[in-house]
């Protein structure tokens, strides 16, 4: 299925964001990347097998789904659950 310029650039957008990460997640490799980089690849990858047809929308939100997140670390949160 073919993307529409402004997917590409949000989805771009998002990366980028996710390259600012300062969790590394070291690859078979041994090479390290960001851990969000590395979330959003995989569940991409896993949305492509489960949902190929998918929409834009969709697949802009899988890839951005923790954005940012390691700026407000889960230990910040109450534990009430």
Do not use: N
């Not at 490799?29 to 980089?37: K, L």
């Amino acid at each position: 299925m073919a993307r529409t310029p402004d997917f590409a650039k949000a989805r771009q957008m998002i990366y980028a964001a996710h390259g600012e990460d300062p969790t590394k997640h070291t690859l078979p490799d041994g090479s390290q990347i960001p851990y969000e980089t590395h979330y959003a690849t995989q569940m991409e990858s896993y949305l492509s097998k489960r949902c190929p047809d998918a929409s834009e929308v969709l697949r802009l939100a899988v890839c951005g789904q923790h954005f940012r997140r390691w700026e407000v670390p889960r230990d910040s949160y109450p534990k009430t659950k």
